[in-house]
């Protein structure tokens, strides 16, 4: 990658992440007041002074003009200052690098599920075109994708550690046996559509006019497919799987909360619930940081996959 191009991806994520950052203030700071009254009482319903409440706001900075907050809120942020978060009681990054783990292992296990499940039903969809095993795959990615996620991860819970107790049922523990139930639920739901989308890319490959020139000189349908035909299909799913990673990497809320599970979905929940404006801001850069550094990677995948686009990368440098 030239600095042109580097460049290029460092002032996309400033602008967006600046703008996003802009956004998320403007929505934070409409009402100072009971952002202050809130750090006071937290979640016990006692009464303050407005002596109080403007001692607390001068002390946040908060009587200051918009503009100079959020230029404050900027360089604080710059250095890995997001504040402090009265509600776990801890600076916001020390926060979110806390849950961060377990997002990543939730994260991690759904992708390798939804990888192992989706891509070879989707192909073996594609190779059976209109035949019964097709029939069954896409049934079961239309019923995957129809469920909503709360229902199946519940459904789970019920069968698996109630009936079954293969599982627990509520832990806020991070490992193995505790991950397996959230993470097949986002990945039953993510695997219905990538199942669908592997399919798709792997029937107009094989509508292309080199497959029906390697069949001509008698290339056997297995050398079509897993050397011709899946490297061409693997570009248009790259985009799919980018944004199933960065929504997965930001959290999961609803699963995260059915099952009791410490990642970044369930403490932007806890932020909002409690107005903790300090840590919703944070997590919410978090989240658009990793968008941005995920559409990044797709797009050097991109170049390193299709030989057109680095061609044309390298004469752009």
């Not at 404050?72 to 250095?79: E, H, I, L, M, R």
């Not at 961060?100 to 070879?120: C, D, F, K, Q, R």
């Not at 009936?163 to 049922?169: A, C, Q, S, Y």
Request: proline residues 3%.
């Amino acid at each position: 990658m030239g600095k042109k191009k580097f460049f290029s991806y460092l002032a996309q994520i400033v602008i967006i992440l600046v703008g996003i950052g802009f956004i998320t203030f403007s929505f934070t700071m409409l009402s100072t007041e009971d952002i202050a009254k809130q750090l006071i009482t937290g979640s016990e319903d006692i009464i303050v002074t407005p002596e109080e409440i403007e001692a607390v706001r001068k002390e946040l900075g908060l009587d200051q003009p918009f503009l100079v907050q959020f230029g404050n809120w900027v360089f604080n942020a710059v250095q890995g200052d997001f504040g402090f978060s009265y509600m776990a009681k801890k600076a916001v990054t020390d926060k979110i690098i806390e849950c961060l783990p377990a997002t990543l292992y939730l994260t991690a296990t759904s992708l390798i599920i939804m990888l192992v499940v989706s891509i070879p039903l989707g192909i073996m969809s594609a190779v059976h075109r209109n035949q019964f095993i097709d029939y069954i795959v896409r049934i079961g990615a239309f019923l995957g994708a129809s469920l909503p996620g709360f229902w199946v991860g519940l459904m789970l819970l019920w069968f698996f550690g109630l009936k079954l107790g293969w599982f627990p049922i509520i832990s806020s523990n991070v490992g193995f046996n505790t991950v397996v139930l959230p993470a097949l639920t986002l990945a039953i739901a993510m695997s219905a559509k990538y199942t669908r989308q592997v399919r798709s890319a792997v029937l107009d490959e094989l509508n292309q006019d080199y497959v029906i020139g390697a069949r001509a000189r008698g290339m056997s349908e297995h050398h079509i497919l897993y050397k011709e035909v899946l490297p061409n299909a693997i570009l248009p799913l790259l985009t799919i799987f980018g944004l199933s990673m960065g929504s997965l990497l930001g959290g999961s809320a609803v699963v995260e909360i059915v099952f009791g599970w410490p990642g970044l979905g369930r403490l932007a929940v806890d932020a909002i619930n409690y107005r903790d404006f300090k840590l919703l801001q944070g997590i919410v850069v978090w989240i658009a940081f990793m968008y941005m550094v995920i559409n990044i990677t797709i797009d050097l995948l991109y170049l390193h996959f299709n030989p057109i686009m680095r061609k044309k990368g390298n004469n752009d440098e």
